[in-house]
């Protein structure tokens, strides 16, 4: 049993089963036993690999997409270049080796970093080098000024609600307790305001995912997108809409069961972009699936560029990881890119 798991067995017992989305809160960010706070994830050694971890050329792609933008946009004199979960920082590290020779780009930029982890934001600070950094806790915090934010597989470690569409209501998906063992049941059914919209597109069986944190995060980045202009790039797993029970654990690059080591396995759920483009309002947004952005923004170039310099391990390496990113069986359709723009304005290069 993980000491995680123990502390909730006793919470449970005391005050009755939490919701999924309290499970997964606790899980990640519990301050002494959470995941992202107790580990290093990310990498062959680690639980899971992401697209900067995979490729140089993801973060140099994203950071060009970006500068273009801040170019496009007549080169604010001052701006707040964010990302949002930065990792390990590399994909930031890449954006700014990239963007080095856009002019006055970087002099113009407060690199600024929301990250909850503290042994994370070390691991940040070490990648980015001489890069003068901020750290921010709270997407509140970021300034009033204009925004170049990049966020990728985010949105998915956010804690998500799990409902059963009922014949006149829905059923929470709830982790209590059998025979003294973390499990799944169902409250009782209830008619919800924030699932009324789902009313006519789903049927009693359905089940249907809520991430209560995304719409307040959204809204902040589009008010600052909005008002002092800039733009957002969101790249994570999911759809268009959320349809269906998409909470999993990865742990050593393999799939386990959610309730099974809580605090010792990653857990995500999809992203439901649809939710996520609602609470854009004072922006325009675009979309485009992974393959089609970084093929749109020069990917296969890029990937040539550097193939020249490289042989025999490091040259197959390469082209997987351009495979990887792109091909539909692999990250190609299944991640998506959604960005934020200010309204009468073009969007980032790569999207409609
Ligand atoms: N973007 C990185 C890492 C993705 S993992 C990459 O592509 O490699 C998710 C990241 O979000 C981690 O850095 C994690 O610590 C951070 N994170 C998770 N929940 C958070 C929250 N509520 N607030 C701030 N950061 C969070």
Redesign the pocket.
């Known amino acids: 049993m993980t000491p995680l798991e123990a502390l909730l067995i006793r919470r449970i017992a005391a005050t009755g089963p939490i919701t999924v989305a309290d499970y997964m809160a606790e899980c990640?960010?519990h301050p002494e036993h959470g995941y992202?706070?107790t580990r290093q994830?990310?990498g062959t050694a680690g639980d899971?690999t992401?697209?900067?971890?995979i490729t140089q050329m993801?973060g140099e792609l994203l950071g060009l997409c970006l500068a273009q933008t801040w170019l496009d946009q007549g080169s604010p004199a001052a701006f707040t270049l964010a990302?949002?979960?930065?990792?390990?920082g590399?994909?930031m590290a890449d954006a700014l080796r990239a963007t080095r020779a856009v002019p006055g780009f970087h002099a113009a930029a407060q690199v600024t970093l929301?990250?909850?982890?503290p042994a994370?934001r070390q691991t940040?600070a070490a990648t980015l080098g001489p890069h003068e950094a901020i750290w921010l806790?709270?997407?509140s915090d970021l300034p009033q000024a204009p925004l170049f934010l990049?966020?990728?597989?985010?949105f998915?470690?956010?804690p998500i609600r799990q409902f059963t569409r009922d014949r006149d209501g829905w059923r929470e998906h709830m982790v209590g307790l059998t025979d003294g063992s973390l499990s799944f049941g169902l409250s009782d059914a209830a008619q919800l305001g924030l699932l009324t919209h789902r009313l006519a597109d789903t049927n009693p069986g359905d089940i249907v995912e809520v991430c209560p944190?995304a719409p307040g995060i959204i809204e902040a980045i589009a008010q600052r997108i909005g008002a002092h202009c800039g733009a957002a790039l969101v790249?994570d797993y999911g759809n268009w809409g959320s349809n269906g029970d998409t909470l999993q654990a990865l742990r050593a690059h393999a799939f386990t069961p959610p309730l099974a080591t809580p605090g010792e396995a990653?857990l995500t759920a999809h992203v439901d972009f649809a939710a996520l483009a609602r609470a854009a309002a004072p922006c325009a947004v675009g979309r485009a699936d992974q393959r089609t952005l970084l093929t749109r923004l020069g990917l296969h170039a890029r990937a040539t560029r550097l193939a020249q310099n490289l042989q025999g391990a490091a040259l197959e390496s390469h082209l997987a990881a351009t495979h990887r990113l792109t091909d539909p069986t692999e990250m190609g359709t299944l991640f998506k890119a959604l960005t934020l723009y200010p309204l009468g304005h073009n969007a980032p290069p790569g999207f409609d």
């Open positions: 990640l960010l992202y706070t994830p990310f899971f992401t697209a900067p971890e993801f990302e949002l979960g930065p990792g390990r590399t994909l929301i990250e909850a982890s994370l940040q806790d709270d997407i990049i966020a990728n597989e985010f998915d470690a956010l944190a790249i990653d």
